[in-house]
């Protein structure tokens, strides 16, 4: 498994814990990595289709901490239970993967994380290879090292539990399968978001009634979105997605608040922990947070294309919003206005960038729209005339308003 | 499947359900019983080794009156689940059996169970068939069928889920196998005592899930041992083994209460109803019921051993007990007594029936002891001098005691 990197252990221990929520048990993380071996650290993954965003890379990034101390990254697809599908029929959502499909997305997902990760310090297992052998009888031996209650222990199921709500039998033994991939595959570190954090005690109780010593567990926060507020996914559109386009990614990281940029380069960003200190004292000094947020939006379009695909985004993003330029495709609008000028909501309708009022102000709402690059957050924003304005609405629809 | 009996629908009703606890749901039954085909018939057996006593025989003797009606019995031998054993490891009673003792096991059964069955009626068969090819996929599609919740609603799951007692997850799998088994072999009728209705109620609604016509249920109550107070069993020592000698057989049922002795009779005997409403009369006009008694006790040594063996089993009993005559090897024990006689601890401890007078005093409470073949409960019971008594403890020792 390759050779380790000679860190001391507190180092390493700064190094994994940057940004993670939660480290059980620190004491036992510092006796293994003090062996100086290679480390299994798993991560448990959907059989899905995978189209990361980066709220996906925040635990994909600590992955890549561990490859740099030397330690080997264990993805886990979940093959098994993929191939089940929803065996209620109920949720349409969770159709039965065929084999091909679950190869499919699994080089997929290849593909996208080692956009950060070392392909050599990279494996990737399928759990059926263990569980379809376990039969029903070991399915039977599995479940009875758990009991009932602490499994509905689980948040969710005790909220649907006293809730009244239906959990299936078969919910009960999701977690416990999920555990046993520890076991089958002697992992030492285990990672996954706050919302995982039942199911991976769960593998750790089983290793110990296996017999093998406990993986660790790291846990890792949800990412925001780009509205601050939500988790990113990509259902609530408040996502980067890391196959988009250089330009789409440089101005969306450009659009979030100076508040969460913060946020966002303790969980995002590779800087050593110490030039982004120094970030912080630029801008309590007086800097511009625009540069920071540019400097840290470089980096993450480089990260998934190119550095110089990144200072052409941060280039044609400065043409467009600072300096007026647009490229010149841009449609262009001619409205006529009383002399107080059109409201936002009548500039957006009569130009096309909504179909009524009603979802203008929805847009606004949403901070969806864009005027010269700064966002509008008032549908009572005014438009005085004899004036040419860039507005926008997400990335894709852009009109060159002539007010007059 | 052989031939069917023409017998009107609500005759063959009458005779399923006389001494039957509950039949669900009655108006089904009817409808399979007008069909005219012979029926599959379920009853479910451990494979753990079977010793079987009079209790036992309660649901096999309804399985006889389903088969005089011409159906079809099936025994579903549970040796799949025989084989894990307890899977936690706790339960040292339920240690994994091997295919051969299973196969030994059901073997006995058979022979004990064709005392009363006829074997051209009687398949047994075996779960792991089927079980075993569930695999671990076919048994979380299983499990996703029924809800937790419906599954705690059982009474010693509630019971125990309430009182905070561990519930391991699998064992909320069993009561699924177990109606598995009902759709694998699409029974038409399932038996079982009235502790099982909740699992026989899970394989009707499973049946009804695959598609299938749903089974009915016909529970049996639990008969009482010869104490009529606890039901019968090994343990208590309140049993009427099947294959007990044929004087045992007798003995132990003429010593049960008159009360109990209808109940034995409902239960046990295969006299037609109206016989057993004339035994009723005679005795309510003045017939001594230890006759009925004895009429019933023949009918059921008849059962197990020959008719022949029965009256010699009345004649050695009448003998023993009625005219004082006892075989010759019994021990004879001269003692001692004031005038006023020695009490009944004394006369055991003194004839070497008991070790000391707080076992004796046991044995008067449990009911062990009788005088001249009278039961005594008294522990007061005096013994005047100047006669000789026959004193016995239980079915094996006896003395000849004469008190001087």
């Not at 507190?10 to 814990?17: G, H, S, T, Y």
């Not at 980066?54 to 993929?82: A, C, M, P, S, Y």
């Not at 567990?217 to 990412?223: E, K």
């Not at 864009?370 to 004036?387: C, L, N, Q, Y």
Request: contains cysteine; aromatic residues 6%.
């Amino acid at each position: 498994m390759g050779q380790i990197r000679n860190v001391p252990v507190d180092e390493a221990l700064a190094l994994i814990k940057r940004g993670a929520e939660e480290l059980i048990v620190e004491e036992e993380l510092a006796r293994k990595l003090a062996r100086g071996k290679p480390l299994r650290v798993k991560l448990g993954l959907d059989p899905t289709a995978p189209d990361l965003h980066l709220g996906h890379t925040v635990v994909i990034n600590k992955l890549r901490h561990f490859q740099e101390l030397g330690h080997q990254v264990q993805f886990l697809i979940g093959d098994f239970t993929g191939m089940i599908g929803d065996p209620t029929g109920k949720n349409q959502t969770r159709p039965p993967l065929s084999r091909e499909q679950i190869l499919e997305n699994a080089q997929s997902y290849r593909a996208q994380a080692f956009k950060i990760l070392d392909p050599d310090k990279t494996r990737i297992l399928f759990n059926s290879e263990w569980s379809d052998k376990l039969g029903a009888e070991g399915m039977i031996r599995l479940a009875a090292r758990y009991t009932v209650a602490r499994i509905l222990e689980r948040d969710d199921f005790a909220k649907r539990y006293r809730a009244g709500q239906p959990i299936a039998v078969h919910e009960l033994l999701y977690p416990l399968m999920q555990g046993y991939d520890s076991v089958a595959m002697k992992a030492d570190v285990e990672l996954g978001g706050t919302d995982q954090k039942f199911n991976l005690l769960v593998g750790r109780e089983l290793q110990k009634d296996y017999g093998q010593e406990p993986q660790c567990i790291l846990t890792t926060p949800l990412l925001e979105g780009l509205d601050g507020v939500n988790k990113m996914s990509k259902s609530l559109g408040n996502y980067v997605g890391i196959a988009e386009p250089a330009q789409e990614i440089f101005g969306k990281l450009m659009s979030i608040s100076d508040e969460l940029m913060w946020r966002y380069i303790e969980l995002l960003s590779f800087e050593p922990i110490e030039t982004v200190r120094g970030w912080k004292r630029e801008v309590d000094a007086g800097a511009n947070p625009r540069d920071v947020k540019a400097r840290f939006a470089k980096e993450i379009v480089a990260r998934f294309h190119t550095r110089p695909d990144a200072d052409r985004a941060e280039e044609a993003f400065a043409q467009r919003f600072r300096h007026g330029q647009l490229p010149e495709d841009v449609p262009a609008v001619n409205l006529k206005a009383p002399p107080e000028g059109l409201v936002s909501t009548q500039v957006l309708r009569q130009s096309g960038l909504a179909e009524s009022s009603s979802e203008a102000n929805r847009l606004i709402a949403q901070g969806g729209v864009r005027v010269d690059g700064e966002r509008i957050s008032d549908r009572a924003t005014m438009f005085p005339p004899g004036k040419t304005y860039v507005v926008q609405v997400g990335k894709l629809k852009v009109r060159r308003v002539t007010i007059s």
